[in-house]
């Protein structure tokens, strides 16, 4: 048992020390790539200028801006910050987090419902 | 064998003190098997970055959301008058552009830096830096332009006073890191010129023999300042 367990660890070690610990890979893509994406930047940064150059109100407003910064935010990080070549625990570890944002997003969204619910029961509807 | 193994693989002596800390922290293990450390703890950093923003952008969207008085539209706010008529968001929309053009100017230096071509990577950083000096001029004209038209931290002529506030601190934080990110993209670039990543010259700061990684790390900040300014351009200028 306690063999096995050596063992055990001994594997484990063996498995970390032929992991390429010192050899850091370089992210080196073809420059087509780059180009390709920056003329996707460049389209879907006029698409959102156009969707306020227009005059798109509300819902379809709001749900174009948040399509096009999502698309914009993806390509940047996923090939110019490389992270699409990483390896998962990398990228689990940095855009994981993030999503805890929204959790606090919806807390505050119910919270401000109250703050202008009772700012308009108790102060008026306002000047 | 068991035995022989455990009395080999007793560490040798371990330094004592403060570096004895740093040293068994920084032990054992490696989470980010391909990663230099360099880079890892700029994704680390950027992560924290990104909190500092999101906090940013939440109390903007919960002082918006809670104010019974109505919120400055941008679209008339950011107009310029222009060919004799107001043009909506123009500036904002050039910034846009602006930074994104330094984006790609900056991921193709990151590209010809591992590639060991000095000259084309020190240009395209110093296009990039060019364009980030732009976008902070941009965006201080834009500052001026509201300041003379009334906009203050504690109000504005055209609706709720929380409009200025949310607007100076979220473009103003993002305005210095754009400063930051050009004198340290002038910085690496210079390091890049001399040769110093190529002869192994050590750092004027970590005295660390730098490589070619360093311009992308640089890369990693540089997008992320153009990331930040989607989420901005999103939710202040846009909605």
Redo the contacts between chains.
């Keep these: 048992m ?2 096995a367990t ?1 063992n055990g660890h ?1 594997a484990l070690h063996a498995a ?1 020390d032929a ?3 010192s ?7 073809p ?1 087509k790539t ?2 390709i ?2 003329g996707w ?2 389209v879907l ?1 006029a698409c ?2 156009a ?3 227009i005059g798109i109100q509300g819902y379809p ?2 749900a174009l ?2 399509i ?2 999502v698309l ?2 993806g390509l ?2 996923a ?4 992270m699409a070549w ?2 998962l ?2 990228a689990y ?2 855009i994981v ?2 999503v805890f ?1 929204l959790v ?2 919806a807390m ?2 119910l ?3 109250y ?2 619910w009772s ?2 029961t108790f ?1 008026g ?3 | 064998m068991t035995e022989t193994t455990m009395t080999n693989t007793s560490p040798p002596a371990r330094p004592e003190g403060l570096q004895g800390i740093a040293a068994d922290w920084a032990s054992d293990q490696r989470a980010f098997k391909n990663v230099s450390w360099g880079k890892a703890m700029m994704w680390i950093f950027l992560l924290s970055d990104t909190f500092i923003f999101g906090c940013f952008l939440l109390s903007y969207m919960t002082a918006r959301m809670s104010t019974r008085v109505p919120w400055p539209n941008p679209s008339e706010v950011f107009a310029l008058h222009m060919f004799g008529r107001d043009i909506p968001l123009i500036l904002i929309a050039i910034m846009t552009f602006v930074l994104i053009s330094s984006s790609g100017t900056m991921a193709l230096a990151v590209n010809y830096g591992y590639r060991r071509d000095r000259r084309k990577t020190v240009i395209l950083m110093l296009l990039t830096a060019a364009l980030g000096a732009t976008f902070v001029g941009m965006q201080a004209f834009e500052w001026t332009k509201l300041i003379s038209e009334g906009v203050r931290p504690w109000g504005n002529p055209w609706g709720a006073a929380q409009f200025g506030s949310t607007f100076f601190m979220i473009t103003g934080f993002h305005g210095t890191h754009v400063t930051i990110g050009v004198i340290f993209l002038v910085i690496v670039a210079r390091k890049v010129w001399r040769g110093d990543y190529d002869t192994g010259a050590r750092g004027f700061f970590t005295s660390r023999r730098g490589n070619y990684e360093s311009v992308e790390v640089m890369g990693l900040y540089w997008h992320f300042v153009d990331l930040v300014w989607v989420f901005i351009f999103a939710f202040f200028y846009l909605w």
Excluded: C
Aim: hydrophobic residues 50%; glycine residues 2%.
């Design positions: 306690t063999e050596a001994q970390n992991a390429p610990v050899h850091d890979t370089h992210q080196e893509h420059l780059y180009f994406v920056w930047l460049f940064s959102s200028y969707v306020d150059y407003r709001w801006i948040l096009f910064m914009k935010a940047i990080v090939v110019f910050m490389h990483e390896r625990a990398l570890a940095i987090p993030p944002i606090f997003v505050m969204v919270e401000s419902e703050t202008l700012r308009l102060f509807a306002g000047p």
